[in-house]
C-alpha cells in the first residue's frame, strides 16, 4: 500500500499510468505525479468542476478526463520533470457531448506490435442520458503540438473531435406503451474490441458482451443490446 502526505486539494479520482512508476491525481485540477515520493511533474488546469473520470491510453501518452460536464479532453502527457522548462503538457483534443460524462475510458491495446505505437486511439463515453458511444482517433490527430522554448499555460485544444461517436450502443426499442424507463447504466471495456454494458433498470440491470468492431478492426456504425430478459447476461453482435 502506498500512502503520500496529505495536500490541500481535494482528490476526487486516482489512475495509475500503464508504466507503473506515475500516477495522475483528479481534483479541481489534474495533477500528474511520480510514484516514488509522489512527487508532482506537472498540473493540468482546463476543468470547471472536480474530476470525475480520468484514464489513461495503453501506451501512457495520453490521458483523458472529464468533470462530470459534457467535455471531455484528451491530454497530451510528458513524464518530464516539473523543473523542467517542457513539464507542462497540453490538452491534444476535446468533445462536447449532449449531456454530462458519466463515464469514459480508453480501449485497451490498439498497437501493431510489441512496442510500438498504436496508428489510433479509442474510448468509449457513457452519458447521463444513457447514451453510449465509441470514439476512434487517428493518432497523427493527436500529435502534440510543438514545445514552446517557455514554460506557459496550456494552449487550446488543437483538435476538435466529432459529437457523434464512431459506433452508437443503443437498446432495442420496447412494445409501444410498455412501462419503465431502461437506458444503458455503465459500461467498461472487457477487451480490444469487445465492451461490458450495463444497462435496464438500476432496480434490475442487465449485462451485455458487446462487440464493437468489424472483422477488419473499424467500429461497426450501430450495436443495437436486445431488450432486457429474465437472463442477466446477453451477447450483442
Not at 4 to 13: D, E, I, L, P, T
Not at 88 to 99: D, R, V
Given at each position: 500500500?502506498h500512502t503520500?502526505?496529505?495536500?490541500?486539494?481535494?482528490?476526487?479520482?486516482l489512475c495509475l499510468?500503464?508504466?507503473?512508476?506515475h500516477a495522475a491525481?483528479?481534483?479541481?485540477?489534474?495533477?500528474?505525479?511520480?510514484?516514488?515520493g509522489?512527487?508532482?511533474?506537472?498540473?493540468?488546469?482546463?476543468?470547471?468542476?472536480?474530476v470525475q473520470c480520468?484514464?489513461?491510453?495503453?501506451?501512457?501518452?495520453?490521458?483523458?478526463?472529464?468533470?462530470?460536464?459534457?467535455?471531455?479532453?484528451?491530454?497530451?502527457?510528458?513524464?518530464a520533470?516539473?523543473?523542467?522548462?517542457?513539464a507542462?503538457?497540453?490538452?491534444?483534443?476535446?468533445?462536447?457531448?449532449?449531456?454530462d460524462?458519466?463515464?469514459?475510458?480508453?480501449r485497451p491495446g490498439?498497437?501493431?506490435?510489441e512496442?510500438?505505437?498504436?496508428?489510433?486511439y479509442?474510448?468509449f463515453?457513457l452519458?447521463a442520458?444513457?447514451?453510449?458511444g465509441v470514439?476512434?482517433?487517428p493518432?497523427s490527430?493527436?500529435?502534440?503540438?510543438?514545445k514552446?522554448?517557455?514554460?506557459?499555460a496550456?494552449?487550446?485544444?488543437?483538435?476538435r473531435?466529432p459529437?457523434?461517436?464512431g459506433?452508437?450502443?443503443?437498446i432495442?426499442?420496447?412494445?409501444?406503451?410498455?412501462?419503465?424507463?431502461e437506458r444503458?447504466?455503465c459500461?467498461?471495456?472487457?477487451?480490444?474490441?469487445?465492451?461490458?454494458?450495463?444497462?435496464?433498470?438500476?432496480a434490475?440491470?442487465h449485462?451485455?458482451?458487446?462487440s464493437?468492431a468489424?472483422p477488419?478492426g473499424?467500429?461497426?456504425?450501430?450495436?443495437?443490446?436486445?431488450?432486457?430478459s429474465e437472463?442477466?447476461?446477453?451477447?450483442a453482435d
Open positions: 500500500v503520500f502526505k496529505a495536500g490541500k486539494a481535494a482528490v476526487h479520482r499510468a500503464p508504466d507503473g512508476l491525481l483528479g481534483g479541481s485540477a489534474i495533477r500528474l505525479v511520480r510514484r516514488e509522489w512527487k508532482r511533474l506537472a498540473r493540468l488546469p482546463g476543468h470547471a468542476e472536480p480520468l484514464s489513461f491510453s495503453p501506451d501512457g501518452r495520453y490521458l483523458l478526463s472529464s468533470s462530470g460536464d459534457r467535455h471531455l479532453t484528451l491530454w497530451s502527457v510528458s513524464y520533470s516539473a523543473s523542467s522548462s517542457d507542462l503538457e497540453q490538452s491534444a483534443a476535446s468533445l462536447a457531448l449532449e449531456a460524462v458519466v463515464s469514459a475510458g480508453f490498439g498497437g501493431s506490435g512496442g510500438e505505437a498504436p496508428s489510433s479509442a474510448f463515453a452519458a442520458d444513457g447514451r453510449l470514439w476512434s482517433v493518432a490527430t493527436l500529435a502534440p503540438p510543438k514552446a522554448k517557455k514554460k506557459k496550456a494552449a487550446p485544444p488543437s483538435a473531435l459529437p457523434a461517436a459506433c452508437a450502443v443503443s432495442a426499442p420496447g412494445e409501444p406503451g410498455a412501462g419503465g424507463e444503458i447504466l459500461a467498461a471495456f472487457s477487451g480490444e474490441h469487445e465492451l461490458l454494458v450495463g444497462y435496464g433498470s438500476p434490475r440491470p449485462f451485455a458482451r458487446v464493437v468489424l477488419g473499424e467500429l461497426k456504425p450501430e450495436v443495437v443490446l436486445p431488450r432486457p437472463g442477466l447476461l446477453a451477447a
